[in-house]
């Protein structure tokens, strides 16, 4: 794969593309699931990670999402994330709930292009009793592969907007494995 080879290509300094063909190279090599495996009607819980550069703090806590497909390429998602940082004496705690409209393409027969577009609402309570709410929207764009029936991968890059708080773009990467169609961790 081109990410493996040591010379500084686009590939070698972007870790979500080299995920991306190593996901792909994987399903060609070991009999791939079909495309159709891949569910848009879902309910997923976790835990979540978040860096924030603006107090240099990790900060952590839970999320809920779901999604239910309609049609044969859309989707419709909500989401809610919980997070708490750690600041001094005090905590900053935010929620973000996202609501959003999403479509799907089939790239090849084990992966499908992934976009999806949602008005994103962030409240957060902070030291000595402030708070602040903010919305804007949320743009993300990437692929999910599923290589194996019993075994998906995901990588997308995440662009926010909010009104007051301005703009950050991230980057996403997943992986589930299906106990059952029904179940996964």
């Known amino acids: 794969l081109p990410c493996l080879q040591p010379r500084r290509t686009f590939m070698t300094r972007n870790p979500l593309v080299c995920g991306v063909l190593a996901a792909l190279a994987l399903g060609a090599a070991t009999g791939a699931a079909a495309a159709d ?46 997070i708490s940082f750690d600041v001094g004496a005090n905590d900053l705690d935010l929620d973000l709930v996202e ?55 995901a990588a997308f890059l995440d662009y926010t907007d909010l009104d007051d708080s301005g703009d950050d773009t991230a980057a996403r990467l997943g992986a589930r494995y299906y106990f059952t169609p029904a179940w996964a961790v």
């Open 37 to 82: 495996d891949i569910g848009y009607s879902y309910v997923d819980a976790g835990w979540a990670q978040t860096d924030l550069d603006d107090i240099n703090e990790d900060g952590d806590g839970m999320f809920l999402r779901g999604s239910v497909g309609f049609g044969e390429n859309w989707f419709a998602a909500v989401g809610y994330r919980q």
């Open 99 to 153: 609501v959003g409209l999403g479509g799907h393409l089939p790239l090849s027969n084990i992966v499908d292009g992934v976009a999806r577009l949602s008005y994103v609402d962030v409240s957060a309570d902070g030291p000595f009793g402030a708070s602040f709410d903010d919305n804007g929207y949320a743009v993300s764009v990437g692929v999910r592969a599923r290589p194996r029936a019993q075994f998906e991968l």
